[in-house]
């Protein structure tokens, strides 16, 4: 555990982090485009690496569950509204249609979970 952050905090922030991998991968492979800055442990990316892909139907599901989590976290107001526009974000990237990632017509979603951390 990462010394000074609350382990509720911390298991969220992980599956934060690989969801926003993860979709980072989908995009990748669908379009060629990146989609999210991924502020975080490097070696997260890389123990992801060797995973088959997920569908852009986990990642919804996992992107629901996050959001639904969220307000648990008992986080400043402030932290929790951007951490649930960048969640929302990603699950609206890749459910655009069914199977299908699009490129986002903003600029790249950014996935700051060092800060996230910090906030803990």
């Known amino acids: 555990m990462v010394k000074g952050v609350r382990m509720p905090l911390f298991s ?4 934060y982090a690989v969801l926003a991998l993860r979709a980072e991968e989908l995009c990748r492979a669908a379009t060629g485009d990146a989609l999210v800055d991924y502020k975080g442990p490097v070696e997260w990316i890389e123990d992801l690496q ?11 599901s996992s992107a629901e569950e996050l959001l639904a989590e969220l307000p648990g976290l008992m986080l400043n107001a402030s932290l929790t509204e951007t ?9 609206s990237t890749v459910s655009h249609k069914p199977g299908l990632v699009t490129t986002p017509e903003r600029s790249l979603i950014t996935v700051d979970v060092d800060a996230l951390f910090e906030a803990g």
């Open 12 to 15: 969220w922030g992980c599956r």
């Open 50 to 60: 060797e995973e088959a892909p997920p569908t852009a139907a986990e990642l919804v």
């Open 83 to 91: 951490l649930y526009q960048t969640v929302e974000a990603i699950r």
